[in-house]
């Protein structure tokens, strides 16, 4: 159990065009996603809250105009890149939270290589 | 700022245990233990959550002090697939009541024929 989906796994686009990103719980509800971002030999930066039914929380720096998070459903989030430079090129993660009692736990997707020419 | 410290680096050999340790000196009364491993190009993977004492599954066991103010992940006899960065996080639940995770730098482990 847990399983947490990315789409697509890597994407290749030009500079200026948007860019969307699906995760998906497969097996539980997830009132609340996570979505990272990872540069190479660095460790995962939070870079929002994904709450399902209400407006995303982004951490500080991070612009929500330019990376728009939607969680439609509680097993669906997506996180878009609008016109998209070379500096987003990055790894994306996301993750979900399972709840048990008072146990949180997020478990992560695959991963999503996005890379901006 | 995360709420860990942990080892930047381990290595290792074929069939040892490894026990990588973690200081968490401020941690939360609701705060529960978690440990990841990850993997180049692959989203972290849950390996084991504990709240006090020790807590084993399939993969790892998990030691927590009475204090809670560290824990320490053992793997039984690793093997070169076991090389991976590995991450202790404490939650981190602000007002909004949700659990947030702040990664530090993680501890490299490298197995070794």
């Known amino acids: 159990g847990a399983v947490v989906s990315q789409h697509p796994s890597r994407v290749i686009c030009k500079s200026g065009t948007s860019v969307k990103i699906e995760c998906r719980s497969l097996?539980?509800?997830?009132?609340?996603m996570f979505w990272y971002r990872q540069f190479p030999k660095q460790s995962l930066m939070l870079m929002a809250t994904?709450?399902?039914?209400?407006?995303?929380?982004?951490e500080q720096g991070v612009e929500k105009d330019k990376f728009l998070i939607n969680h439609a459903s509680l097993t669906l989030s997506t996180l878009t890149v609008t016109s998209a430079h070379p500096e987003d090129s990055s790894f994306y993660i996301c993750s979900a939270q399972r709840t048990s009692g008072r146990r949180d736990t997020q478990y992560f997707g695959p991963g999503t290589r996005l890379t901006v020419l | 700022l995360a709420k860990t410290t942990q080892p930047i680096s381990m290595d290792s050999y074929e069939g040892q245990e490894v026990n990588i340790t973690c200081s968490h000196n401020n941690i939360a009364t609701n705060d529960y233990i978690t440990w990841y491993q990850q993997f180049p190009s692959q989203g972290p993977r849950f390996i084991i959550q504990?709240?006090?004492t020790k807590v084993t599954n399939e993969v790892a066991s998990l030691f927590i002090p009475a204090d809670r103010k560290s824990s320490t992940l053992s793997l039984p006899r690793v093997s070169l697939s076991d090389t991976a960065v590995y991450y202790c996080l404490v939650g981190d639940r602000p007002n909004t009541g949700f659990q947030k995770l702040v990664f530090g730098t993680g501890t490299r482990l490298l197995v070794s024929p």
């Open positions: 097996d539980f509800q997830a009132t609340t």
């Open positions: 504990g709240y006090k």
């Open positions: 994904s709450n399902e039914g209400s407006k995303a929380t982004y």
